[in-house]
């Protein structure tokens, strides 16, 4: 089975979001004052190929925690689906 895994890689709440809060400031200063905060993180789809849904699942897990995210400074989320 085929499947495309959609992960969201974000800082963090309880860390500081340099790259936010320089998008912020941009804002800002193109006159958009109604952002109170930005965090900015990553979007990485993959297209990957599994027995079930369960091992797809698995192995998303398996690159997230090895690969993808730093468990220190990152969370992540994805959902898959069907390809």
Not at 12 to 39: C, F, H, M, S, Y
Not at 65 to 81: P, R
């Amino acid at each position: 089975m085929n499947f495309i895994a959609e992960i969201d890689v974000m800082p963090r709440p309880e860390l500081l979001d340099p790259q936010g809060k320089a998008v912020t400031l941009g804002l800002g200063n193109l006159g958009i004052k109604q952002v109170a905060d930005v965090r900015v993180g990553k979007h990485i789809t993959l297209q990957l190929e599994a027995g079930s849904e369960s091992e797809a699942q698995g192995l998303v897990e398996q690159a997230c925690k090895s690969l993808l995210a730093n468990a220190i400074m990152e969370n992540y989320t994805f959902e898959l689906k069907l390809a």
